[in-house]
């Protein structure tokens, strides 16, 4: 079974702060990617990485970096948290020319 | 600008009856598509997809179609069963996934 985990199902964090997102995929991806879910707005992508140390910008990438150093293990950075950033936070991860993507269960992140 | 359109935010059927959940897309470079279902606090599961060079997949109750020159694909569930009362959202993939707003589907008994 492929196995997408997000290190945490829910976070708190203060204006301002530094917050790391991490996801770690087993089944050897190529593929990973950031979305956020919000009401009405549905899955945005925020970035993906096809490589390590590779990375693509998606729709929202504005106030978020990633990492990729391993290829197992896909990183979203919010450089400064905001309250506009709280979110449902979702990693994925497919097969490089693969279609299904397979996500993890989500972090809820609240930033007050 | 979305790229993939679910314009109904909500749906609501009786048991047994046929669900029909529709999507719309806009770039042309989309050649493969797909439906995940979503239970709230959980990521999307896949659900059934559908290649470009095909207008129909079925999958046990539920059947995609696509219609490339509308730009439209539709999900049918029958019968729709209470247990598929979830949120489904539509995607379409070229290099990367973008996915639309997502459709509510209450299935009553």
């Known amino acids: 079974d492929v196995k997408v985990t997000q290190s945490s199902r829910y976070l708190v964090k203060r204006t301002g702060e530094k917050v790391f997102l991490e996801c770690v995929q087993d089944?050897?991806?190529?593929?990973m990617f950031w979305y956020r879910q919000d009401p009405g707005l549905g899955l945005r992508l925020i970035y993906f990485?096809?490589?390590?140390?590779?990375?693509e910008k998606g729709d929202i990438p504005e106030g978020y970096s990633v990492s990729r150093e391993k290829k197992e293990r896909f990183s979203l950075i919010l450089e400064s948290a905001s309250t506009n950033q709280t979110s449902m936070y979702l990693c994925?991860?497919?097969?490089?020319?693969?279609?299904?993507?397979?996500f993890g269960q989500g972090t809820r992140l609240t930033v007050v | 600008d979305q790229q993939v359109k679910q314009n109904s935010p909500s749906l609501s059927v009786q048991e047994g009856r046929i669900s029909i959940l529709n999507c719309d897309y806009t770039?042309?470079?989309?050649?493969?598509f797909l439906w995940y279902k979503k239970y709230p606090a959980e990521g999307p599961t896949f659900l059934i997809s559908?290649?470009?060079?095909?207008d129909k997949n079925e999958d046990g109750r539920f059947t995609v179609f696509l219609n490339k020159s509308a730009k439209h694909l539709s999900l049918h569930i029958v019968p729709s069963q209470p247990g598929d009362s979830a949120v489904y959202f539509c995607?379409?993939?070229?290099?990367?996934?973008?996915f639309g707003a997502g459709t509510r589907l209450t299935v009553k008994p």
């Open positions: 994925a991860s497919s097969f490089l020319g693969g279609r299904e993507a397979f």
């Open positions: 089944m050897d991806h190529e593929n």
């Open positions: 990485s096809y490589d390590v140390k590779m990375k």
């Open positions: 770039n042309s470079m989309f050649d493969y």
């Open positions: 559908i290649s470009s060079i095909k």
């Open positions: 995607a379409a993939s070229a290099s990367d996934m973008r």
